[in-house]
T-cell receptor
Framework: GAVVSQHPSRVICKSGTSVKIECRSLDFQATTMFWYRQFPKQSLMLMATSNEGSKATYEQGVEKDKFLINHASLTLSTLTVTSAHPEDSSFYIC???????????FGPGTRLTVT | AQKVTQAQTEISVVEKEDVTLDCVYETRDTTYYLFWYKQPPSGELVFLIR??????QNEISGRYSWNFQKSTSSFNFTITASQVVDSAVYFCALSNTNAGKSTFGDGTTLTVKP
């Protein structure tokens, strides 16, 4: 149990386009989902906290208009990188927190390359 | 503010050696969780262990063992009789129980040579 999926696993896009990444909790309801970003050979940095039915809370330095987060249901959160640039190329990882618990389960990550 | 420090950036050992990965954390919370994750080259985070702040018992799982000491704010991870497949980046993380978001250390790259 407690599986989190991400789609796509890899995506290549051209500079200036937008890319949507999905994070799904497959067998549980997630009231909270977290989005992390990991640059090569670096640690995971929290970008934002997404709560179902409300606006996401962004960490300092993360542009909310560039990284649009939508937590439309208890099993799905999406991260849209708008007007992507090469410096947005990174590994994006989501995690989901089941309702009523302090557990956290990570997705397999999405590798974004912007050319 | 929370902080996790993994002082060892890279460690290289020969197969069958024991190796300990250090993790020191800072938090003002009295209730929190500590984690270790393994990240192989594929990138997917593999959960290894979760420990809450009230449970200081050391844990052993096969070749893996963890030493949690609140007095020194450390949560060290030991791999006994290392194997080549243990080669990966290992992250220590700290989570606030209320907010749930995790703070990660910078990771330790472990290379186990045959």
């Amino acid at each position: 149990g407690a599986v989190v999926s991400q789609h796509p696993s890899r995506v290549i896009c051209k500079s200036g386009t937008s890319v949507k990444i999905e994070c799904r909790s497959l067998d549980f309801q997630a009231t909270t989902m977290f989005w992390y970003r990991q640059f090569p050979k670096q640690s995971l940095m929290l970008m934002a906290t997404s709560n179902e039915g409300s606006k996401a809370t962004y960490e300092q330095g993360v542009e909310k208009d560039k990284f649009l987060i939508n937590h439309a249901s208890l099993t799905l959160s999406t991260l849209t990188v708008t007007s992507a640039h090469p410096e947005d190329s990174s590994f994006y990882i989501c995690s989901a927190r089941p309702r009523g618990t302090n557990e956290q389960y990570f997705g397999p990550g999405t590798r974004l390359t912007v050319t | 503010a929370q902080k996790v420090t993994q002082a060892q950036t890279e460690i290289s050992v020969v197969e069958k050696e024991d190796v300990t990965l250090d993790c020191v954390y800072e938090t003002r919370d009295t209730t929190y969780y500590l984690f270790w994750y393994k990240q192989p080259p594929s990138g997917e985070l593999v959960f290894l262990i979760r420990r809450n702040s009230f449970d200081e018992q050391n844990e052993i799982s096969g070749r893996y063992s963890w030493n949690f000491q609140k007095s020194t704010s450390s949560f060290n991870f030991t791999i006994t009789a290392s194997q080549v497949v243990d080669s990966a980046v290992y992250f220590c993380a700290l989570s606030n129980t209320n907010a749930g978001k995790s703070t990660f250390g910078d990771g330790t790259t472990l290379t186990v040579k045959p």
